[in-house]
Structure formats: C-alpha cells, structure tokens
C-alpha cells in the first residue's frame, strides 16, 4: 500500500504538473512538485523491493531478497480481488493527501 | 502438436539464458513481481483520469478510463473462459530441463493472466494517449518475455495473453459505445464527489 500511495502522489504531481491542476499540487512552486513527483514514482518501488532489508538477519543471496516480494496467493500473497480494493484504497489516500497539502498550501500564501 | 513443440522448444531457448548473468536474474525477478506492472498499467488510468487541458478534454479521458476499467473485467472474463477449454500445465511441470526462478503457481499457465490485463489496459489507453499506450505494449510484452526467462510461462501463453488483452480492449469499447449513457451518468456523480 505504501508503494501505491507513494507513486499515487507521484503521478498526481505530474499530471498536475502538465495540466496545471492547482487543487493537487503539494507546494506552490510547481517545479518542486515536478521533481517530488519523479522522486516518489521512483522511490515508490525502490521502497517497497528494499524493504525486507529490516526483518532479514539471515545471510541470503542477492537474487533470494529481490525474490522475497514475490509471494504466491496461497503462500502470503495478496489475490487479485484484494489487490484492486487495497489499490483503490491507496490511490484515493494520496489523493486526499495530494487535496489536504495543495488547501494547505494555498491558506498559508494568502 | 507441431505449434506446442515449436513453442516449447523457444520457451526452452530463453529459459536457457537464466542463472548465468545475476543482473539479468534480479532485473527479470523484479519485472515479474506480481505488483509491479500491473500497478503500473493502474496508475497509467489514475495519471489518464486528470490530464486534459480543459473540462472537455478531461470528460474524453475520463471516459477512456472506464473503458480501461471495463477492459479488466473482460480480460479476466476471457481467462476464465480459456480455463475451461485449456487447463495447461506450467513449463517446469512437464519440461525437465527448466530452470525455474520464481514462485510455483497454481493456476494453469495458457494465458499469461498479468499480460492479458495490462495489454488490455495499454491497447484502450493507447487510443488516448499514443506515447503511454506503446510503453505499456512493449511493457506488457516485456513482461511475458521475463515470465518465459523465469520459467513460469511458455511464449505461446504470453503471445495468447497479449492477444486476449486486445481482444478484452476491443469488447471493452464496443461495450462502452453501448452503455454510454450509463456512464455518462457515473461521470456526473463523479464530479459531484471532487474526484474530477
């Protein structure tokens, strides 16, 4: 879910970005939101594939880590009904978080 | 039977390149992941939903989405139905000399389920959005190739796959084109909510 939100903001800085959509931007300066945009859409993935690194104490090869985010739906897994309600889930966070920072923002300038 | 040997033979061939560079390995491991892409092609809806320069512009997108929507739905409808007809097994069930680097799954592997969805998703957004829709093609088929790299799937599934995902486009928009209507209303109710 962290993933989903994180590259949720980012995609919303962009296409706030391109479209000049002012109710979604996360700072008044819309460059800076362009690069928060590209930094989180990035970081989104790097996040969610690094994260393991935290609970992991045994010693395991580098292809055993990056393999410990692919989890069958039997095993752990997430299944696909749940996958699209926690998305969906995680896409209107962001962008309330995206709403919230732009009402925010725009308060404090006037 | 002659098309299930040729198949099996390539799949055999670019199953054969994994385990030598470990760069490959991981770079494959991470493309196949069952959230990346897919949330990807997702996302590529959500960024589709806001752009347009005006109100005008963003309703045609916004349209576009539900198709994409719809579209998931018939691609999963497509899989279901493929299931009936063909119950394959995977690659390193019945060829030996596979070398499997991912997770065993459990569901029959003709067609690639990931690859149906996202060329689904890609095929309707690439009628609004031609530089999106290509990536994501490409994407989707990049996928395939690394779930054939993995040995999980077999190329006939992930060019089977990539088929039903333009098929599943396809119904999806003669389907919109039939109930325009109704979502024309969802959209309305949409604006009411802010989520325009």
């Not at chain 2, 994409?68 to 390193?92: A, D, E, Q, T």
């Not at chain 2, 396809?170 to 389907?175: G, V």
Request: hydrophobic share 50%; aromatic share 16%.
């Amino acid at each position: 879910m962290l993933m989903v939100v994180m590259m949720g903001i980012g995609i919303l800085q962009l296409v706030s970005y391109s479209y000049r959509i002012q109710n979604l931007w996360l700072t008044s300066n819309s460059s800076i939101n362009l690069y928060c945009g590209i930094i989180l859409l990035i970081s989104g993935p790097v996040v969610f594939f690094l994260l393991p690194i935290i609970y992991i104490d045994e010693k395991i090869s580098l292809l055993e880590f990056f393999s410990l985010r692919n989890i069958n739906d039997i095993d752990g897994g997430i299944a696909g009904f749940q996958q699209s309600i926690y998305f969906c889930l995680s896409l209107l966070i962001s962008l309330l978080l995206c709403k919230l920072s732009s009402f925010i923002t725009k308060k404090f300038s006037n | 039977m002659e098309i299930i040997n040729i198949d099996q033979n390539i799949t055999l061939l670019i199953n054969g390149f994994s385990g030598h560079v470990l760069f490959f390995d991981i770079l494959f491991v991470i493309i196949t992941n069952d959230y990346l892409i897919p949330v990807l092609s997702a996302l590529s809806l959500f960024y589709l939903w806001f752009s347009g320069i005006n109100s005008i512009e963003r309703y045609i997108s916004q349209k576009f989405v539900i198709t994409g929507i719809s579209s998931i739905i018939f691609s999963n409808i497509i899989v279901l139905l493929s299931n009936v007809f063909w119950l394959r097994s995977r690659p390193y069930e019945t060829l030996d000399s596979i070398n499997l680097l991912f997770y065993r799954s459990t569901d029959p592997s003709f067609p690639s389920n990931p690859v149906v969805v996202c060329s689904a998703i890609f095929f309707v957004i690439t009628f609004r959005n031609k530089i999106i829709g290509i990536l994501g093609l490409l994407m989707s088929l990049f996928l395939g190739f690394s779930k054939i790299y993995l040995g999980v799937s077999y190329s006939l599934d992930v060019i089977g796959g990539f088929l039903f995902g333009i098929l599943s486009g396809l119904f999806s928009f003669l389907f919109i084109s039939f109930f325009s209507r109704f979502i024309e209303r969802i959209l309305r109710s949409v604006k009411i909510f802010g989520l325009n």
